[in-house]
C-alpha cells in the first residue's frame, strides 16, 4: 500500500486493521478444523460500524450460514477460525446408544433460539418414527453422537400406535 | 444340558471371548476405529491386556491396551481415548487457517496414545524444497477433524532455526 494519510482518534492503528473486502471468499473453519465454507457477505453494524457477522457460502444446494463475530476466535487474511463447532452441522451424523447400536441419524437439530447451544436432536432411522434425545442424554458429540448409557431412547417403529 | 463349574469364583457376568471378537471399537469421539480381531491375554499372570483391531482392507491393525478401554457392550467396546493414530491424513491449518499440509506420520510417547510430534506433508503450493515439517505437540492447538495450531506459519519456521 502506497502512503496514506491517516485521520484516526481513538480507533486502532492501520496496521492492526482488516480489508474487509480481502475476506470474501476465504475459508471459514470450526474450532475442530472442519472446513465450514467460504465467506460470501460481510455484515456491519448500521449504527457503530462494527462487524457483526460473515455469511458461508457452503457446498452446492446447502443452505448459507450467517455466523455472528462472538462465534469469531481469530481473523486474518487467510481463514475465519472460530471457537466453537457449529451445532446444525450435527444433521446427519450417526446416533450410537450406550450398548454401542447405532439407532439412526440426526434429521434436526434444536438450539437454544438462533445460538449454537444445543437443546437436543431429532433422531431417525429406516423403519423408525423420529424421536427426541435432549442434549442431557448425550454422553459426547465427534464423528458420530453417543448417548449416555441411562438414557433410554427407544426406536418408535411406524406400526407402534402413537400415544 | 446344565455345565458344570469348577471356577470357585462366581462366573455369571463373566464374558467370553467370543463376546468381543468381531465388535465394532469406538473411540471417545464416536469414530468407529474398527473391529475387534483379537484377545490378549498375559500368558503368565493370566489377566486380559488388550485387543487387536482390524481397522480394514490394506490398513495396519492397532492394538489397544485394557487402560484405554472404557467398557464393553453389547453391540462395541467404547475407548475412554481418542487415538491419535487417526489424525494421520488430516490437513494441519495454522493460527491464521494457513494450510500448511496434511499429516504423514506421527511420533508418540513411547507405546502411549500421547503425540510427540506430528510429521506434516506441505502443500506443493507452499514449498518448492521444503517437503516435510515436523511440529511438536505443544503447538497443537485442537485436534477434530483437522488439526488447528497454536502459531504461525513464520513462528514454526523460526522456531525450526533456533
Known amino acids: ?163 | 444340558m446344565h455345565k458344570r463349574n469348577i471356577s470357585g469364583i462366581e462366573l455369571s457376568n463373566a464374558i467370553s471371548s467370543e463376546d468381543i471378537l468381531g465388535k465394532d471399537v469406538i473411540d471417545l469421539n464416536g469414530t468407529f476405529i474398527g473391529v475387534v480381531e483379537r484377545v490378549m491375554i498375559d500368558p503368565k499372570k493370566l489377566i486380559f491386556m488388550g485387543i487387536s483391531v482390524d481397522k480394514g482392507f490394506l490398513k495396519r491393525g492397532l492394538t489397544i491396551g485394557r487402560n484405554y478401554i472404557d467398557r464393553i457392550s453389547t453391540h462395541a467396546v467404547f475407548l475412554k481415548i481418542k487415538v491419535t493414530y487417526e489424525i494421520k491424513g488430516k490437513i494441519v491449518f495454522d493460527k491464521d487457517g494457513t494450510n500448511l499440509g496434511t499429516v504423514s506420520s506421527i511420533d508418540l510417547h513411547g507405546v502411549r496414545n500421547e503425540i510427540k510430534f506430528i510429521h506434516v506433508r506441505i502443500s506443493r503450493f507452499h514449498s518448492l524444497f521444503k517437503r516435510e515439517l515436523v511440529i511438536p505437540s505443544e503447538y497443537i492447538e485442537s485436534i477434530g477433524e483437522n488439526v488447528i495450531l497454536n502459531v504461525k506459519k513464520e513462528q514454526l519456521t523460526k522456531i525450526k532455526e533456533e
Open chain 1, 1 to 163: 500500500m502506497g502512503e496514506v494519510e491517516t485521520v484516526i482518534k481513538n480507533e486502532a492503528p492501520l496496521e492492526k486493521s482488516v480489508n474487509l473486502r480481502k475476506l470474501i471468499g476465504k475459508k471459514v473453519i470450526s474450532k475442530g478444523g472442519q472446513i465450514i465454507g467460504k465467506i460470501s457477505k460481510i455484515m456491519v453494524n448500521q449504527k457503530n460500524s462494527q462487524l457483526e457477522g460473515v455469511f458461508i457460502k457452503r457446498q452446492f444446494l446447502s443452505k448459507p450460514i450467517y455466523i455472528g463475530r462472538s462465534y469469531f476466535s481469530n481473523l486474518s487474511y487467510e481463514a475465519v477460525i472460530l471457537n466453537i463447532e457449529l451445532t446444525i452441522l450435527l444433521k446427519g451424523k450417526k446416533v450410537v446408544d450406550s450398548n454401542g447400536k447405532i439407532i439412526g441419524k440426526v434429521v434436526e437439530v434444536l438450539r437454544k433460539d438462533s445460538t449454537n447451544d444445543l437443546k437436543g436432536v431429532v433422531v431417525k432411522s429406516l423403519f423408525s418414527r423420529r424421536f427426541i434425545v435432549p442434549r442431557s442424554g448425550i454422553k459426547s458429540i465427534g464423528n458420530s453422537i453417543i448417548l449416555k448409557s441411562r438414557h433410554n431412547a427407544q426406536k418408535k417403529y411406524f406400526w407402534n400406535r402413537v400415544k
